[in-house]
């Protein structure tokens, strides 16, 4: 009965990849969003998605691309894997804004 | 100046001891505050939120934000092992975007 459930918890793959990570939540919040943590802890939003309608697009490159199929899935395509990639991708959802519940993280990993 | 300044540690403590934890941001549309802890190869979860100058209680967590100062704390009495984590600072500017904005967080260690 997890909340924010991400797949897969582990990725390694080499550059130059195309690579998706799933995000579903069974809260019943109508937003959802990515996170990127570096490797020194440092959390910064991404993308967010209000009732499947991107609201939140931040200074992204073009390679990361949300796909939101329904209110409880949000999932993010990176197309180009490079090696700065890699990181911890946090899924998260809310009922409205602030108080949002995270996913434990994928680990991306470029080799 | 970056908006969120936050000492990333490590701090490290005997058991029982009151800690405290800080935060400085530099923009003052931030309106919403609250406090993250992130376990180990875990998502950050929400432990206190407030709109508010002044202080916020919630068991042995207190948070305290100083909008004149912009500045917020989290002390947390009577230090236990298991809240040994990171303690991530969060701002937000309004409650309907979403968009939090995070400080580096703290890398706290309770020592039995």
């Known amino acids: 009965d997890t909340a924010v459930s991400q797949t897969p918890k582990y990725l390694v793959t080499q550059m130059g990849n195309d690579k998706s990570i799933k995000c579903e939540q069974n809260l019943g919040h109508d937003t959802m969003y990515w996170y990127k943590q570096d490797s020194k802890k440092f959390l910064k939003i991404m993308f967010s998605?209000?009732?499947?309608?991107?609201?939140i697009n931040e200074t992204v490159p073009n390679r990361f691309s949300p796909k939101s199929p329904d209110k409880a899935h949000l999932n993010l395509h990176i197309n180009s894997l490079e090696l700065g990639d890699s990181a911890v991708y946090f899924c998260?959802?809310?009922?409205?804004?602030?108080?949002?519940?995270f996913g434990d993280g994928t680990r991306l990993s470029i080799l | 100046q970056k908006e969120v300044e936050q000492d990333p540690g490590p701090l490290s403590v005997p058991e029982g001891a009151i800690v405290s934890l800080n935060c400085t941001y530099s923009n003052s549309a931030f309106q919403y505050f609250m406090w993250y802890r992130q376990y180990s190869r875990k998502g950050p979860e929400l432990l206190m939120y407030t709109y508010s100058s002044g202080n916020k209680e919630d068991g042995r967590f207190t948070a305290q934000v100083d909008k004149s100062s912009k500045y917020i704390s989290l002390f947390i009495r009577d230090s236990q092992p298991s809240d040994s984590a990171t303690y991530l600072c969060?701002?937000?500017?309004?409650?309907?975007?979403?968009?939090?904005?995070f400080g580096q967080g703290t890398t706290l260690q309770v020592k039995p």
């Open positions: 998605y209000n009732n499947k309608e991107l609201i």
């Open positions: 998260a959802s809310s009922r409205g804004g602030v108080a949002q519940h």
């Open positions: 969060a701002w937000a500017v309004s409650s309907n975007t979403g968009k939090l904005i």
